[in-house]
């Protein structure tokens, strides 16, 4: 675990995101978050920072395979529905 929030929102730097991947020469990662709501539908800012993961792991040379948001019982998969994910990268 990288974040803690509270029930609305937790604030994310994506340094921190990568770290341990760069440190372990990781060649990629997944991200995966919870909505305590139960409703794993993303939100306007879940799509924001998927699109600022992709562009870090770019420069770090480090993909980002998926952002996946749990919820009761379900999950989305950001990769999935496309959101946040650009067809060009």
Not at 9 to 23: F, L, P
Not at 35 to 49: C, E, Q, T
Not at 60 to 76: A, C, K, Y
């Amino acid at each position: 675990m990288i974040y803690k929030g509270n029930v609305n929102s937790a604030q994310v730097r994506i340094s921190e995101v990568y770290k341990d991947a760069i440190k372990e020469n990781c060649p990629s990662i997944i991200v995966v978050h919870n909505h305590p709501s139960g409703d794993p539908a993303p939100s306007d800012d879940d799509v924001l920072l998927t699109r600022h993961l992709i562009d870090a792991g770019h420069l770090l040379d480090i993909e980002l395979l998926d952002h996946i948001i749990i919820g009761r019982p379900n999950f989305v998969s950001m990769k999935g529905k496309g959101l946040g994910f650009k067809s060009s990268h």
